[in-house]
Nanobody, 127 residues
Framework: QVQLVESGGGLVQPGGSLRLSCTVS????????IGWFRQAPGKEREGLSC????????NYADSVRGRFTGSRDDAKNTAYLQMSSLKPEDTGVYYC????????????????????WGQGTQVTVSS
């Protein structure tokens, strides 16, 4: 059974940084795309970033490009989302998710594509 567990959320002041982690178990790590999503209060879930199999391709939503950086460490079965220059509108529950792929160099950020989801971690940006 696939399991994803996020950690690293919390309260941070505007302009600050946080790093989220997503630990994956239950399947062959190298054959899956990892995505990061956010759900703000009263809003739909938003795709923020995705990392292709092998890590050679990373895509970002316009709202976070230049501020957030996705990465993965296959040896640790862990993906990361480094967030900087945080804004109050970045507040929300952050989820990592995964879908199986045999294709390197491509990934998508559409939620229905993802078969497995973590439980989410709360990020609050406030002074």
């Amino acid at each position: 059974q696939v399991q994803l567990v996020e950690s690293g959320g919390g309260l941070v002041q505007p302009g600050g940084s946080l790093r989220l982690s997503c630990t994956v178990s239950g399947f062959i790590w190298g054959g899956y795309v990892i995505g990061w999503f956010r759900q703000a209060p009263g809003k739909e879930r938003e795709g923020l970033s995705c990392i292709s199999v092998g890590g050679g391709r990373t895509n970002y939503a316009d709202s976070v490009r230049g501020r957030f950086t996705g990465s993965r460490d296959d040896a640790k079965n862990t993906a990361y989302l480094q967030m900087s220059s945080l804004k109050p509108e970045d507040t929300g529950v952050y989820y990592c998710a995964a879908y199986g792929s045999r294709v390197q160099g491509t990934c998508v950020m559409t939620a229905p594509t993802y078969a497995s989801w973590g439980q989410g971690t709360q990020v609050t940006v406030s002074s």
